[in-house]
């Protein structure tokens, strides 16, 4: 059995996909969840009090469908009706979503609205994805005598305040929809026991599977993992009867490839304030192992977030350590004599397989002809570019949403950026460009139109059926397949490979061949 306490059902306007009650029941069936904890989407995005309402009618027709109800404090209005009608329409628990509806906890809207919503006694659900604010939720609902609180949609980012929460507060609980690191779910469960971990997706906004990989992949026993998976929410809920009927299951790892893959995109030492079993050479040669990784390629953080010189010599030292490890060399246009030395170095040492160039430690401007001075050098030298994106598409967001945060997380690129590498496949058409974590929209558009252009679709928020949409508008060709380990787990990105449902041609191509065509790699597997 398998229980999701993180759904949504409702509407989207900014991107070309469905998010309503049909596409949650597929991803259900696909995914075999048998119930959903579920937000309307209406509710955070339009009117809590209607938003609710609708959400009550779905669930009287489907009983897979476990109503949650938002509430809204700035509504301070409506906020009794709000609360009246989630007791009688039999809600499973009262939300509130601090960053799509974000209230400031000091506010005496906040706290009326927290001690009314309290005062039920139902469990409590905080989506919130703030650092520091985690924490004051959990102190404030510790003193109004709160039994259960689940911190929802919290980022990986925030990891380690969530495994000193669980220690400190044993009514706190968390749910993994964003817990993307490797071996993060096991972290967590040895901080709190097993019994306080919620499985989550944020289906159908998120597919479900990267969710579920998460789980299966940990080192837990199968009665630790049925716990998370099902009978937690269900004691979380109070239906502890229900929970003590459901048998330890083990899940099994679904999207393990079965050729083995070429990874475009590890870093040494990326984000070690991220709680994480995999940190160093070793751990990542030991994850590549685990999921049929045959290379994965690896930069060293160092040299584009701190010393470039520095970090390329460590990249080299590890590269000869590891043997699964081809190496890449990290260049920046602000250093384009040194830069140009770690060309050559690139050119002329066949274990490294691309350049990375990381924008977003440059801050050049992209309409730079700094930008084109370097990507000449890379082109002289025939060698191919792997860009480490930035994350989310702030052009599409708002000042608002920007600074306080905002349900949707989306890919995408500016147009000063879409421009630049216009103008590159111009000048360069023959210079593979793979774009870490793929841009979106954007992305989409480049693969479509320039020659050069590349997608790396991993990411620690995809979007629903990411690696199908590209594979269908630009071509198996155009995809690669990334990591970004040490940050990202295999286990995540092989649940949204698993949702695209490759055929055999796909799947070689997506996981190895594209990879070694474009990189001028042995197609023939090592044994």
């Not at 609902?141 to 911190?151: E, I, M, Q, S």
């Not at 790396?456 to 995809?479: F, K, M, W």
């Amino acid at each position: 059995m398998i229980v999701d306490s993180f759904t949504v059902a409702g509407g989207c306007q900014n991107r070309p996909i469905q998010l309503g009650i049909d596409q949650l029941r597929s991803a259900m069936d696909k995914n075999g969840v048998d119930l959903a904890m579920t937000f309307s989407l209406r509710a955070i995005q339009a009117e809590a009090l209607l938003g609710n309402e609708y959400l009550y009618a779905l669930a009287k027709e489907d009983p897979r469908i476990l109503p949650v109800a938002v509430v809204d404090p700035h509504n301070f209005q409506y906020l009794d009706s709000v609360i009246e009608s989630a007791v009688a329409n039999k809600a499973v628990a009262l939300a509130f979503h601090m960053t799509a509806l974000p209230c400031p906890l000091n506010s005496i809207l906040f706290r009326r609205s927290l001690k009314r919503a309290a005062a039920t006694n139902k469990p409590l659900i905080f989506v919130d994805n703030v650092a520091g604010r985690l924490t004051q939720l959990a102190e404030m609902t510790r003193d109004l005598g709160c039994k259960k609180v689940l911190l929802a949609g919290a980022s990986y980012h925030h990891g380690a305040e969530m495994l000193a929460l669980l220690e400190e507060f044993g009514h706190i609980y968390v749910e993994t929809s964003w817990q993307v690191s490797p071996g993060i779910v096991g972290l967590l469960a040895g901080a709190a026991g097993s019994d306080r971990i919620l499985f989550g997706s944020m289906a159908p906004m998120r597919p479900m599977r990267p969710a579920l990989n998460m789980v299966a992949e940990a080192e837990l026993s199968d009665s630790q993992k049925t716990d998370i998976l099902a009978r937690n929410a269900l004691r979380f809920l109070g239906r502890e009867e229900h929970a003590a009927r459901v048998a330890d299951e083990a899940p099994q790892l679904m999207g393990m490839p079965q050729v083995p893959a070429i990874d475009v995109h590890c870093h040494f030492r990326v984000t070690p304030q991220v709680p994480s079993t995999c940190l160093g050479g070793a751990a990542i040669q030991k994850e590549l192992e685990r999921f049929n990784i045959e290379s994965a390629i690896v930069s060293a953080s160092v040299a584009y977030k701190d010393d470039m010189n520095l970090g390329n010599e460590e990249m080299l030292q590890g590269i000869k350590t590891f043997e699964h490890m081809l190496g890449s060399i990290v260049v920046n246009p602000h250093h384009l004599e040194d830069s140009i030395k770690w060309l050559d170095v690139a050119a002329s040492d066949r274990r490294i397989a691309h350049v990375t160039i990381n924008p977003g430690t440059t801050y050049e401007q992209y309409s730079s002809p700094a930008w084109l001075r370097l990507f000449a050098e890379v082109a002289a030298r025939d060698l191919a570019v792997f860009w480490n994106t930035g994350g989310q598409d702030l052009a599409r967001r708002n000042a608002h949403a920007t600074v306080s945060g905002h349900l949707w997380k989306l890919r995408g690129a500016p147009p000063d950026k879409v421009d630049l590498f216009k103008r590159v496949d111009e000048l360069f058409p023959d210079m593979p460009i793979i774009l870490g974590h793929g841009y979106g929209q954007e992305g989409l558009q480049l693969a479509k139109t320039c020659k050069s252009i590349y997608l790396d679709l991993c990411s620690t928020y995809p979007e629903q059926n990411v690696y199908r949409r590209a594979i269908d508008e630009v071509g198996a060709h155009r995809v690669v397949f990334g990591t970004d380990l040490e940050m990202i787990s295999p286990a995540f990105v092989l649940g949204s490979v698993w949702e695209a449902d490759l055929d055999e041609r796909e799947q070689r191509m997506i996981l190895r061949e594209n990879a070694c065509d474009i990189l001028k790699l042995p197609r023939q597997a090592r044994r």
